[in-house]
């Protein structure tokens, strides 16, 4: 319900007039409903419109407070309505105006007897709805051409991605037990996994036009930065051979998984962790040939201004990806490849030259001690460098390098004595034994020399003391590569470590929102699901941005937890007279429910009640 202002002119005098109207639902889509006029509200502010309207509205349903002395005004208004739809016989029944009996008369209900039905979980669902809402994804699927049933159904994928994510077979089930056929107004009891898969297949086609202007309405809506792109990449694995998808092939998994086949992710994401744009490649393709690839794609669909920071790890630092950064313009900040950090093996020795980085303690928790990082700048006729060193980090480095060493070790000892015992004599495939452990181990099998000798038929193992000893030195050091000479190391060690967020991006994706493994095996409809993934990521980061504008600190799992308390059910009130009077609405949240509602802007009242009465038997 609400009140409409209505304005008439009569021979040169305005008069304004107040009614109080509700919205129905009828066969022909809702309408609008005077319940009864109110006269000339002038003398109430404005801002009491709603609080009197909901006043009205309780006491009309029997569910408001009993009136007070002072309430007169309500009394009479509650009167007016009740003789008006007592005899307006064109309301639909689920809006009848019970707890009233024939003639608008009040009915006695049997406390005793009183029970509640149909409970449904409303609060993750309701705040997902309402961003989804806010992000305008309806309009933007409009645009594309996708029908209403296809908007519809996409949105509640989405949002099972988001708050449960499961198959396709039982997200019907899980519809049904949510407070979503409340909140959408639609009837889902039908629904089967057969009404789902080609929602995926008609998302398909529009997945950069979709993504292209969710980018679009995201800036706007959070006035996000645009200097600074980062750019990562993921696998994600299969269950099932996935003959028919020529991208599912076996690479180095993220997942250790290399007995899955698999594609490979590519994401960018800007310095708040919204996603830009993503790509789906061959799970056997090598990550540094993907970069202009990407930026071709993201230039298409929201454009790169000339002069943008990208940020990507080391493994895409190689000389043709700074080429093609440089070709478009654009800055970069990686970090450089161990070759290249050995190069200022001299500069890393001692303290001289280095500035500590000056960092604000975490908002979660203040008392945490966060890493010390201490960095130098050095510039060349290119490139500005910034060598990096971490305390903490020299610990982390050593007990890595300890661990595969003494892995590699006893490998090598147990190659020995097969090789000793005549269990494998055949020069070639000791080679080869020799060649998988150094792949197994390539962060300390460079220090180590492995060759076999048939003159005495035994394993020789020489260590590199000298080039062991660099790295001992290099033990938590790393050095960062960038374009850029305007800015200090202090700002470019800041920018790179927004990489972070491209990775939480992926921890997101995988974890909270069920990315892997993936059941499908034709390539739209894993690209679809992905795609899907990614939607639902749009709204977990506007989630948490719109708490972290206000200094609040938490994340969606907490969020999500949090809201299951709110949720909707059915009221049943049995009368004296045997007729039963049903209402549907949500619980009062609780505190801190209402708290997070305030927080992000978001209606406390999940649905509208709606009433039904059901006639004595």
């Not at 700074?322 to 800055?331: F, H, Q, V, Y």
Request: glycine share 4%; net charge positive; proline share 5%.
């Amino acid at each position: 319900m609400y009140i409409r202002k209505s304005t008439r002119s009569y021979k040169g005098k305005t008069y304004t007039n107040y009614v109080l109207v509700e919205s129905v639902h009828t066969p022909k889509g809702p309408r609008q409903t005077t319940i009864c006029s109110l006269g000339d509200l002038s003398p109430r502010p404005r801002e009491e419109w709603l609080k009197l309207t909901r006043k009205i509205e309780d006491a009309l349903t029997g569910q408001g407070r009993l009136l007070e002395a002072d309430d007169s005004e309500v009394a009479d208004i509650v009167r007016r309505a009740r003789s008006q739809r007592s005899n307006a016989r064109n309301i639909p029944e689920r809006t009848s105006t019970s707890p009233t009996g024939a003639g608008g008369a009040l009915i006695k209900v049997d406390p005793s007897r009183v029970s509640t039905e149909c409970h449904r979980e409303a609060g993750p669902v309701h705040v997902g709805y309402q961003f989804w809402r806010r992000l305008e994804l309806d309009r933007i699927l409009s645009e594309c051409e996708l029908s209403e049933k296809v908007r519809r159904l996409a949105c509640v994928m989405t949002l099972n991605r988001l708050i449960a994510p499961c198959s396709e077979h039982a997200m019907p089930a899980w519809i049904r037990r949510t407070a979503l056929a409340d909140i959408l107004e639609d009837n889902f009891d039908s629904l089967d996994e057969d009404s789902l898969y080609p929602v995926l297949d008609k998302l398909h086609p529009h997945r950069a036009t979709i993504e292209a202007k969710l980018v679009a309405r995201e800036r706007g809506l959070f006035d996000l930065d645009t200097t600074v792109f980062l750019y990562d990449l993921t696998s994600t694995y299969f269950e099932g051979l996935c003959a028919r998808n020529p991208k599912a092939q076996r690479g180095k998994s993220s997942d250790h998984r290399e007995d899955c086949k698999q594609v490979v992710i590519g994401l960018v994401v800007n310095r708040d962790g919204f996603p830009l744009a993503h790509e789906v490649f061959a799970g056997n393709r090598q990550h540094r040939t993907t970069l202009a690839e990407m930026l071709d794609g993201l230039g298409k669909r929201c454009g790169i201004p000339a002069g943008t920071t990208v940020v990507i790890d080391r493994g895409m630092a190689y000389e043709e990806n700074i080429a093609a950064l440089k070709a478009r313009n654009l800055n970069y900040v990686v970090a450089s490849r161990q070759s290249e950090r050995d190069r200022w093996l001299a500069d890393f020795e001692g303290i001289d030259g280095f500035t500590p980085v000056l960092r604000d303690p975490s908002p979660r928790n203040p008392a945490q001690k966060k890493t010390a990082i201490h960095v130098k700048t050095r510039v060349d006729d290119e490139h500005t460098f910034v060598l990096c060193r971490s305390e903490q980090r020299i610990g982390k480095d050593l007990a890595i390098r300890t661990k595969h060493e003494a892995r590699l070790r006893a490998d090598v000892d147990r190659l020995a004595k097969r090789v000793a015992s005549k269990k494998l004599v055949d020069p070639e495939k000791i080679n080869q034994a020799i060649g998988r452990l150094k792949e197994r181990y390539p962060r300390v099998a460079r220090y180590y020399r492995l060759s076999y000798d048939p003159q005495s038929a035994t394993l020789v193992s020489q260590f590199d003391a000298e080039r062991h000893a660099k790295a001992e030195q290099l033990d938590g050091c790393y050095l960062l590569k960038t374009s850029r000479k305007e800015i200090s190391g202090d700002d470019i060690w800041r920018i790179y470590v927004l990489l972070t967020r491209a990775e939480k991006a992926f921890r997101d994706m995988k974890s909270p929102l069920a990315e892997r493994p993936i059941f499908h095996h034709r390539e739209d409809r894993v690209e679809s699901h992905i795609f899907l993934c990614v939607l639902a990521y749009h709204l977990l980061v506007s989630i948490e941005k719109t708490l972290l504008d206000q200094n609040i600190h938490t994340s969606w799992a907490t969020v999500r937890d949090t809201l299951k308390t709110h949720q909707v059910c059915t009221i049943v009130l049995p009368t004296n007279e045997g007729a039963e009077v049903r209402v549907r609405k949500a619980s009062t949240p609780e505190p801190d429910v209402q708290e997070l509602y305030k927080q992000l802007d978001i209606p406390s009242r999940a649905i509208k009640p709606q009433r039904t009465w059901s006639e004595p038997k």
